[in-house]
């Protein structure tokens, strides 16, 4: 082969090469794109909880200053709670017998001191 030849051919696997370079760099840039895109919308999230969080801590210091009105909030989530789990465990049909649950009941708590940490 000539010189000439073989430059050419060179210059072309060369060109050929850059081409699919370019190739690869638009698809990572696409890509970069859509993470961007996703990040943005994470940030976005995020500083909408920051917000949740500043609003949620404000309220209970307010609502903390006035002890009645905090006290009474409390027991009434207590209250709550407590009225939840005795619907579901009543609705348990297993549980439907007093004697059955106080069983479970000692052998949960049984379970509770043995395997926890002293």
């Known amino acids: 082969m ?3 030849k073989l430059s050419n051919k060179l210059e072309q696997q060369i060109i050929d090469k850059e ?3 370019e190739k690869s760099e638009k698809e990572i840039i696409e890509l970069e794109q859509e993470i961007l895109a996703k990040v943005e919308k994470l940030d976005h999230v995020e500083k909408t909880i ?3 969080e500043h609003y949620r801590r404000r309220t209970v210091k307010k609502l903390a200053k006035h002890r009645f009105i905090f006290s009474i909030l409390v027991s009434l989530s207590f209250v709550l709670v407590w009225r939840g789990l005795w619907d579901i ?3 348990l049909p297993i549980l ?5 649950a106080l069983i479970i009941g000692f052998f949960m708590v049984w379970l509770l001191e ?5």
């Open 19 to 21: 081409s699919s370079i």
């Open 2 to 4: 000539t010189k000439k």
């Open 114 to 118: 043995r395997y926890t940490d002293e």
């Open 89 to 91: 465990t009543a609705s």
């Open 50 to 52: 920051s917000k949740m």
């Open 96 to 100: 439907e017998d007093a004697g059955v």
